[in-house]
């Protein structure tokens, strides 16, 4: 039955994921924190990932910006990795409350890229990677960051799916080696991940044919409700463990 559960929440965030750039993470993550911990729901987590931003770049493969994708990926991969190492070093109760907290700061933050809007440049891109690369590696999902990184920068509908993907993809391979190299991904956590991750794959490809019909404000609305319930789900799991 946790399986099921499991599977259903990651074809509904791949589903979600694949309408509005991000998510996947901050929805599921809660649910395998609580199944396996949080230190074991980390590289799960990293695995399925891949398979989900691996899925968004077959579903818009055309649609890549490889100049934006190279900017944001070249410092974001060493960025990953050493945030990734940082996430190994710190105490599991510590990680859940990191990324509870983190989670739920994103909201005004989100609102507050929103308000300045910025045109951003290839450096940009490449600033904004390398320090969201290095959260990357230490939070579940830096999504509420990087999607608006990609949105001022020019990118939208399908071309921001796909480069948004493309480029966090590296980050996330870069995280889950960086795993597997001190012990923290085992045979077991990934085949656990690739469970989740096939969920997700799937949902992206449902996701496809709503992409064009999505409005502005319901992708907001969709973003802080999401953000929001993961982060005081992981605070609770924190406070009550």
């Known amino acids: 039955m946790n399986l099921l559960f499991i599977l259903a929440v990651g074809l509904l965030a791949g589903t979600i994921s694949g309408i509005v750039g991000t998510g996947s993470s901050i929805m599921l993550m809660p649910v395998l924190v609580y199944q396996y911990g949080p230190k074991q729901a980390v590289p799960i987590m990293a695995i399925a990932a891949v398979m989900a931003n691996f899925s968004r770049i077959l579903a818009w493969w055309r649609e890549v910006d490889w100049r934006a994708c190279a900017a944001y990926s070249i410092p974001g991969i060493p960025a990953a990795a050493l945030g990734a190492r940082t996430l190994l070093a710190l105490p599991s109760h510590a990680v859940d409350i990191a990324i509870g907290v983190f989670l739920i700061a994103m909201v005004p933050v989100r609102h507050w890229l929103a308000r300045h809007q910025l045109k951003l440049s290839l450096w940009h891109l490449a600033i904004g ?10 939070v579940v999902s830096t999504g509420p960051l990087s ?65 064009l019909r999505l409005e502005p404000d319901v992708f907001r609305l969709v973003m802080d409700a999401i953000m929001l319930a993961a982060g005081l789900s992981l605070l609770w799991t924190a406070a009550t463990s």
């Open 147 to 211: 999607v608006p990184l990609f949105l001022f920068y020019g990118l939208t509908k399908g071309a921001f799916l796909a480069t948004e993907a493309a480029s966090s993809l590296g980050l996330y391979v870069s995280k889950s080696v960086t795993f597997e190299r001190f012990g923290a991904l085992t045979s077991d956590i990934a085949l656990q991940g690739l469970i989740a991750g096939a969920s997700l794959m799937s949902g992206a490809f449902i996701a496809r044919r709503f992409v």
């Open 129 to 138: 990677g390398a320090a969201i690369g290095y959260l990357t590696g230490i």
